[in-house]
């Protein structure tokens, strides 16, 4: 069974601080993405990172993949109160079906 | 184009009362999954499918059953309640293919058993 670990579980800052979160494994996956999820709403897909050591930029949100693809982590610079929400990393791995397992999550909230 | 949609959307069921809850998605999509959200363990697959008329046991799979009779939906039984299946469930979809692809879910259904 592969499992991600996603650190910290919960986190409160201040408005215009920097973040970062991290997602990790001692498994190799094929590709990691990271979900957003909003209360009473499903997850909603940010990005896929497929390559290691790939970095992907969304605005002020940097998504990094490990050389290895075991780990991976998520950066938002000067989070603002709209970035509050739960932030889910899920790998895929070299199986039919396009199955996903996802990390525990992380409980963001950005006090103004 | 509504995406992927879930009913009921809250639901109390005593111990032992069956129900079921129906999938749907708009987009052609081949696959179709259903996970249980708890508090701090993420999403966690029950079954899945990969084609009309074919299902598959994911992680947690007991107490659950499944059936995609049509490409379109994709439904979630429980045959006798318990307490322990209390949990948020989504369903999703995604197009076959290449590895990693997006995942599309429901807003989810709020399940609780007493």
């Known amino acids: 069974t592969q499992l991600l670990e996603q650190s910290p579980q919960f986190l409160s800052i201040q408005e215009g601080e920097n973040l970062t979160v991290y997602c990790n494994s001692s498994?190799?996956?094929?590709?990691l993405q990271w979900y957003r999820q909003e209360p009473g709403e499903g997850p909603v897909l940010l990005v896929t990172?497929?390559?290691?050591?790939e970095v992907k930029k969304l605005k002020r949100l940097t998504f990094q993949f490990g050389d290895a693809r075991k780990d991976s982590s998520l950066h938002i610079t000067a989070a603002q109160p709209g970035d509050t929400g739960l932030y889910l990393c899920?790998?895929?791995?070299?199986?039919?079906?396009?199955?996903?397992?996802f990390g525990g999550g992380t409980r963001l909230m950005v006090k103004p | 184009n509504a995406g992927v949609t879930q009913t009921p959307k809250f639901r109390v069921l005593k111990t032992g009362q069956s129900m079921t809850l129906l999938c749907a998605q708009d987009?052609?999509?081949?696959?179709m999954y259903w996970y249980r959200q708890d508090p701090g363990m993420g999403l966690r697959l029950i079954h899945y499918?990969?084609?009309?008329?074919?299902?598959a046991k994911g992680e947690v799979p007991d107490g659950y059953n499944v059936s995609r009779l049509k490409k379109q939906n994709f439904l979630l039984g429980l045959e006798s309640a318990a307490p322990s299946q209390t949990s948020v469930y989504f369903c999703?979809?995604?197009?076959?293919?290449?590895?990693?692809?997006?995942?599309?879910f429901g807003p989810g259904t709020r399940l609780t058993v007493l």
């Open positions: 999703a979809s995604s197009y076959q293919g290449r590895i990693g692809n997006e995942q599309f």
């Open positions: 498994s190799v996956f094929s590709s």
């Open positions: 990172v497929v390559t290691g050591g």
């Open positions: 899920a790998g895929a791995g070299s199986n039919a079906g396009n199955m996903l397992t």
């Open positions: 987009m052609n999509h081949e696959y």
């Open positions: 499918s990969v084609g009309e008329g074919t299902t």
